[in-house]
């Protein structure tokens, strides 16, 4: 019961503390779960990606799959109700006293200094993963870039094509998975 109320909690404090939405809470969701040793930087990868597969919101999913592997069905519907409830209930409260507020010089003023502390977290969670994607650890970036050289193309004609089209995200993840079926197995 400990962990199930362990694995709540820190997902309750990943929901209330991040900011800007899903993608922008796997920052401090990869942070708070690696320290906690539930996962390592490569499983919570793996955690992203599955996610990422998937439709629907991309938190509550990588927070099952973390919850799952701590403690089975449990553990994920504990760590998903952590990632949702609480995060749910402030913003029906908010939302009501929003619309109030929304116009005041004040809350334009925190909001323009949030947005590129989101950024920030988008990013450092893209160099950390971009880590362990490329074995850096082991590596270094020169050699993990080079002998990785495939992923490295991979991951540039995927920018590219999000960037540059408007092709939808869920058809490079398939392609990704086909492509890696036949050539990484």
Not at 21 to 35: T, Y
Not at 46 to 59: E, F, H, Q, T, Y
Not at 72 to 78: D, E, Q, Y
């Amino acid at each position: 019961m400990n962990l199930l109320w362990s694995l709540f909690l820190v997902f309750s404090r990943v929901a209330l503390f991040s900011w800007g939405g899903g993608p922008a809470s796997m920052g401090l969701m990869q942070r708070e779960s690696v320290n906690m040793g539930w996962v390592t930087t490569e499983e919570f990868a793996d955690a992203l990606a599955l996610g990422n597969a998937l439709p629907g919101p991309i938190a509550p999913q990588v927070s099952a799959y973390i919850g799952y592997k701590m403690a089975g069905t449990w553990g994920a519907v504990s760590a998903v109700s952590g990632t949702i409830l609480p995060s749910t209930v402030l913003m029906m409260v908010m939302v009501i006293f929003f619309f109030g507020i929304k116009d005041s010089p004040n809350v334009a003023a925190m909001l323009k200094a949030v947005r590129p502390i989101i950024v920030g977290l988008l990013l450092w969670t893209t160099y950390v993963m971009a880590a362990s994607v490329f074995n850096v650890s082991k590596l270094g970036w020169g050699n993990g870039l080079t002998q990785n050289w495939d992923k490295v193309i991979i991951a540039i004609v995927a920018f590219a094509l999000l960037t540059l089209t408007e092709i939808n995200p869920v058809w490079l993840v398939i392609v990704g998975a086909i492509l890696g079926f036949f050539v990484y197995r």
